[in-house]
């Protein structure tokens, strides 16, 4: 008989939805790391930042896996602008720690390589199931088909917010009984029609922008490090909202673009120099 695989859900309605949650938080993480100066409360964020990740694998959201392989990608290109030396010290400094603690404790350095290789080993299987011929990868196909297809019968003005997923209901047989279009850019298009899509998707792009602005010039080193940290979540918002059935409904999506244009106005409201206590 097939073991039971936990999937968390937190207070969510289900795993997909903590999944999204998990993928823009975990850059929060980050940056309460970076922006404490205190190595105690560092490595407890550190520990709770890795079981963050341990808990997005768990969720198997796979959309969300893939957004957290961006920002780390991203965050990775960030701190390339003339920081590798400092960070490659600390690399060399925390190598040595992990192999000082593995020899001082027996078992220690099987137990860790044991837990590292199993959530590889769990990562590459939730991306390797990304297939056609996966049942939920073919129903969100369909999904994301017939919403176009309603669009088109509006000509691109709209159905109508929440009017997507009425008409899905239709064909609702043919997707497993699912009529929600489990895609964010999609479903607004469909809903709310070209204009209204083409304003959000500047307004994405151009508040993206201007973080990355704000990260290059800033001269308090707190807005910078918030300013990264938004740019990250944003940056892995474009895809983690592909997971859940629906984004309308989740506030933490919202609250993640308010945080990003606080931080754009509350460097342009000071003069470009923000606050060490910000």
Not at 3 to 19: C, L, R, S
Not at 250 to 268: D, M
Request: proline share 2%.
């Amino acid at each position: 008989m097939k073991a039971k695989v936990f999937t968390p859900t937190a207070v969510f309605h289900n795993p997909n939805d903590f999944a999204a949650f998990l993928a823009l938080a975990l850059p929060f993480m980050y940056g309460m790391m970076r922006s404490t100066r205190h190595t105690i409360l560092k490595l407890a964020i550190l520990a709770l930042l890795l079981f963050g990740f341990h808990l997005l694998l768990r969720t198997g959201g796979r959309a969300s896996i893939l957004a957290v392989l961006l920002e780390m990608a991203v965050g990775v290109w960030l701190i390339a602008f003339g920081r590798w030396g400092r960070i490659v010290k600390r690399g060399v400094i925390t190598l040595f720690l992990i192999a000082l603690i593995a020899n001082s404790w027996p078992g220690a350095g099987e137990y860790v390589s044991n837990i590292m290789l199993g959530q590889i080993a769990n990562m590459t299987e939730q991306l390797n199931s990304v297939s056609l011929a996966d049942p939920s990868v073919s129903n969100r196909l369909k999904l994301s088909l017939y919403a176009l297809q309603v669009g088109s019968r509006y000509y691109w003005m709209g159905a109508g917010g929440g009017n997507a997923e009425y008409h899905l209901r239709q064909s609702a047989s043919d997707t497993m009984g699912v009529s929600s279009v489990h895609n964010w850019w999609i479903e607004l298009l469909v809903d709310y029609g070209a204009g209204i899509w083409i304003l959000h998707v500047t307004g994405y792009v151009a508040l993206t922008f201007m973080l990355y602005r704000v990260f290059r010039t800033s001269d308090s080193r707190i807005l910078r490090i918030w300013a990264e940290v938004a740019l990250l979540s944003l940056t892995g918002f474009s895809l983690a909202v592909l997971g859940p059935s629906g984004v309308i409904g989740l506030r933490y999506f919202w609250i993640i673009i308010g945080f990003a244009l606080a931080v754009v106005t509350c460097h342009y409201t000071k003069g470009n120099t923000g606050s060490e206590n910000l």
